[in-house]
């Protein structure tokens, strides 16, 4: 239920009762910096996040290189022949990236005699009047070879097309490039090729995307998806993983290095995700790359994020094969990593840093840290990261490392990587924490006895898992989970001298093609909804501040009695003290701030309320406004304002401060 905020009692000076809680926040008294870096963003390629996702082309297997290599392809002859349609697979050295490509061979065929359509990803959201941008490698002696291109809905109606007529008689492969205006719209479309003509033509690369790409980048990414992340103005965003990372075994581990260059020397592999789950199989899952380091680089800076690669530590996922490489074998994985910074960083006439220019971007892009592992733990990641650091610190002594914690927030497993990473003077250490909403509340103080001094902490894997799930659906992104959230942050941000990033994981998840839940943005081949989690998040990184103040209430921090959150910041940008409250319980609370040391530079405060009596409440593409924040202004003094709390909420309030 959305709160009506005229029955939110806000009272400014009014006399302060025995049962208010009164807060003091010392503004002349901060006590440590927030990073820039503070909330930022984890991207996986999980749920369909990369291919079918963000990366916005339609076609599916584009290059006939899934497993099964006519995956996602459907192809209609009338009448058959057998041997029509081939795939072939060359052995050429030069095309080991990309061994096969489709052969078809026309015998005065007529048009719709030969048919080959594409699903798409779940199938392909269409849009009425915008232009769509089709592309293949081809290559064929005959001539006057016609392909019939058309988008088609759920009724086989033909929404959109276009005629190509290809030139033959050239040696070797040629590039084929046509676009075409949608005549409707449709959620859930295919793709047609009707190839008629005689003699033989072989294709490659057939490719589909929509003109109205982030920043009309052709070939880019899924604007509405990536504005969801500019919206955030994230410190950081994580790429590329994650568990894809690791790879079920050392040879399906993410390579950076086969990410780069052009799209058809970009070697395709299998999604460890598609196996990973038996309830949750998805066997057309696989990575093309057209989304890869390049591009991760380009969006981080696009959205004015720090970008934060992790790379394999030379071992696989040691829920699956446990798989290692030996020490001795292990520099080709170093230098990756050091080669990495280099393409980031490097100038144009380094050998990386050529490739990076090479690919329209002679600017470096100023990588600062970097992950070794994910999710890796024991003495023999312990030694593999040893390696990792003495390589990078003896080349890059400024570069930031950050280290794997492993899989849980304690336990012996989480102590050795703890005590052993600080010991080796690791920058930061990723922490992970998929919890029920009780953990976090319950652990709001957990950075409060961490070293001031030393490592600091990337909270880099967090969600908050609810029990209540329906039967075979996805765990939903309800409010009580992003409310206990809210409250952990709450206590991140009191620690900003100790924590230094945070993100929410996974990022994104099609309702047709997820593995996992809950996750933070949902969509569909045309929508997209942030979910509550989503909202708290941005809140919290559009509210960071510059500077973390001390909030005490009975001489303590507010970090649960009488379920109550509290954190507080002051923004030397905007000249705001900033200060988030949460109530975790269904009862409202009055809540009387005293700003101490500072005047006020306004009769006015902003106040920004996520509140649902309904802790149960989540959004959907249908509703997705369901639980969203709600702003409102409402007078402040210097001495004394009551704030009524609401039950189940959050509040960000905004001060103006001289």
């Not at 050795?416 to 930061?428: E, V, Y």
Request: proline residues 5%.
């Amino acid at each position: 239920m959305k709160i009506n905020f005229s029955f939110l009692l806000i009272l400014t000076g009014f006399c302060v009762y025995a049962q208010n809680r009164t807060i003091s926040i010392r503004v002349n008294e901060p006590v440590a910096d927030v990073q820039p870096t503070m909330y930022g963003v984890f991207f996986e390629d999980i749920n369909f996040g990369a291919d079918g996702g963000i990366y916005a082309e339609l076609i599916k297997n584009r290059s006939f290189e899934f497993t099964k290599p006519l995956m996602g392809w459907k192809v209609e002859q009338k009448p058959f022949r057998e041997g029509a349609v081939m795939v072939i697979n060359r052995q050429e050295k030069e095309h080991s990236s990309n061994p096969r490509f489709l052969r078809v061979k026309l015998e005065n065929t007529h048009k719709d005699a030969l048919v080959m359509t594409n699903e798409g990803f779940r199938g392909m959201g269409i849009k009425q009047g915008l232009r769509y941008d089709f592309s293949m490698m081809y290559r064929t002696s005959a001539s006057g070879i016609k392909m019939h291109i058309d988008l088609v809905n759920q009724s086989g109606q033909k929404i959109g097309g276009t005629v190509v007529t290809v030139q033959g008689g050239k040696d070797g492969w040629q590039k084929q490039e046509v676009s075409f205006n949608a005549t409707a719209g449709e959620p859930k479309g295919k793709f047609s090729i009707s190839i008629e003509g005689n003699g033989t033509i072989d294709l490659d690369m057939i490719s589909l995307f929509p003109s109205d790409t982030w920043k009309g980048r052709p070939g880019g990414m899924r604007a509405d998806m990536i504005q969801m992340l500019a919206d955030m103005k994230p410190g950081f965003i994580r790429f590329p993983g994650g568990c894809i990372v690791e790879g079920f075994n050392l040879e399906n581990r993410y390579q950076w290095k086969k990410t780069i260059g052009p799209l058809e020397d970009r070697e395709l592999i299998i999604n460890r995700w598609n196996i990973e789950f038996a309830h949750k199989p998805a066997p057309d899952y696989f990575q093309t790359f057209g989304l890869g380091f390049f591009e991760y680089f380009q969006l981080a800076e696009d959205i004015g994020a720090e970008p934060l690669p992790i790379l394999n530590c030379g071992m696989a996922c040691q829920f699956n094969t446990a798989e290692v490489t030996p020490m001795d074998q292990l520099d080709p994985f170093v230098q990756d990593a050091l080669d990495l910074i280099e393409f980031a960083n490097g100038d144009v006439n380094t050998t990386w840093g050529r490739k990076r220019a090479e690919m329209g971007h002679a600017a470096p892009f100023n990588l600062k840290f970097m992950g070794v592992g994910n999710e890796n733990w024991g003495p023999q990641y312990l030694e593999r990261l040893e390696v990792f650091k003495n390589a990078i610190r003896q080349k890059y002594p400024d570069f930031k490392i950050v280290g794997s914690s492993g899989t849980d927030p304690n336990g012996e497993r989480f102590d050795l990587l703890n005590t052993s990473m600080r010991k080796m003077g690791i920058d930061l250490i990723d922490e992970h924490f998929y919890r029920k909403p009780s953990w976090f509340l319950e652990n709001a103080q957990r950075y409060d006895s961490y070293p001031r001094t030393g490592s600091k902490i990337f909270a880099g894997e967090y969600a908050g898992h609810d029990e209540r799930v329906p039967a075979g659906g996805p765990t939903k992104n309800n409010w009580r989970a992003a409310m206990a959230e809210a409250a952990f942050l709450t206590g991140v941000e009191r620690n900003a001298e100790v924590v230094q990033l945070a993100s929410y994981a996974p990022l994104f998840a099609h309702v047709d093609g997820w593995q996992w839940s809950p996750d933070l943005i949902w969509v569909d081949n045309l929508r997209v909804y942030g979910t509550p989690s989503y909202h708290v998040q941005k809140l919290f990184s559009l509210n960071k501040g510059t500077k973390v103040l001390p909030v005490q209430s009975n001489n303590d921090v507010l970090a649960g009695q009488d379920s109550l959150y509290a954190s507080a910041v002051f923004d030397a940008d905007r000249k705001e003290v900033i200060i988030k409250l949460v109530n975790a319980k269904p009862q409202s609370e009055a809540v009387n701030f005293s700003l101490e040391g500072i005047k006020l530079n306004a009769k006015e405060a902003i106040v920004s309320v996520m509140a649902y009596a309904n802790d149960l409440l989540s959004n959907s593409l249908e509703n997705p406004f369901a639980v969203v924040p709600v702003e409102s202004s409402f007078p402040v003094k210097a001495k004394g304002t009551v704030y009524y709390s609401p039950g189940y909420s959050f509040s960000v309030i905004r001060i103006p401060v001289k």
